[in-house]
């Protein structure tokens, strides 16, 4: 089975600071990891990807996160915060062990902007 | 570019009406996906299909079913609505073969309420 944990339901940054949010995840299986970003009303949107290729993926709008297999991790990160980047980020898991072809989806880690 | 539509943002029905909920998407995925989102708890798979007439439970499929007689169209049906399925009713699609390590692609969403 698989699963996902965001360590932070909200997280406040003031605008220029570094971002940081933080996901573990665990699978039987080499999985597949995703961070998709929400903003309100709307649906949600692929940030970036990681599938067993390098281990630091760059994604839009300057974020990237490092997977860390020993500590079964997958932390997203941008060096500044933006105004327009206050929104709900989800990380998000997929195995493809016994034919599951659905992601699971973390609970949402809500990221407010200060001016 | 991709493009998952839903028919409806904003939807009111009442107790035990029939209510369908339309996706259409323009991407030629293989892969459809019915989720609720609900505050606290992320989003949780109701059902998805990987072929035309083809369908699988999600984590909560109670109360709900769905239809997929083309391609393109995805519809999630609640046979008899209650109040507890008041929630936003997100549709994805994905490519096929690669199962959990594609990346979805959402709608706007559908905010249901039921009176």
């Known amino acids: 089975a698989q699963s996902v944990t965001q360590l932070d339901s909200h997280v406040s940054v003031s605008e220029g600071t570094p971002v940081l949010l933080r996901c573990n995840y665990s699978s039987s299986y080499s999985p597949s990891l995703f961070w998709y970003v929400q903003h309100p009303n709307k649906g949600l949107q692929l940030l970036l990807k990681?599938?067993?290729?390098?281990?630091l993926v760059k994604g839009i709008n300057g974020f990237e996160a490092e997977f860390k297999k020993s500590e079964t991790s997958f932390h997203l990160t941008k060096p500044s915060a933006h105004m327009s980047d206050a929104a709900e980020y989800f990380c998000?898991?997929?195995?493809?062990?016994?034919?599951?072809?659905?992601?699971?989806f973390g609970s949402g880690t809500r990221l407010q902007v200060q001016p | 570019d991709v493009k998952v539509t839903q028919s409806s943002r904003y939807l009111v029905k009442r107790t035990g009406e029939k209510v369908f909920l339309e996706c259409v998407q323009d991407?030629?995925?293989?892969?459809m996906f019915w989720y609720r989102q609900d505050p606290g708890l992320g989003l949780r798979l109701i059902y998805f299909s990987y072929d035309v007439k083809m369908k699988e439970k999600g984590d909560i499929p109670e109360g709900y079913s769905v239809s997929r007689e083309k391609k393109e169209r995805f519809s999630l049906i609640l046979e008899s609505a209650s109040t507890n399925q008041t929630s936003m009713y997100l549709c994805a699609g994905s490519s096929g073969g690669g199962f959990s390590n594609q990346p979805q692609h959402f709608g706007d969403g559908t905010r249901l309420s039921i009176l």
């Open positions: 990681y599938t067993s290729a390098a281990t």
């Open positions: 998000v898991v997929g195995v493809g062990d016994t034919g599951r072809r659905a992601l699971t």
């Open positions: 991407m030629d995925h293989e892969n």
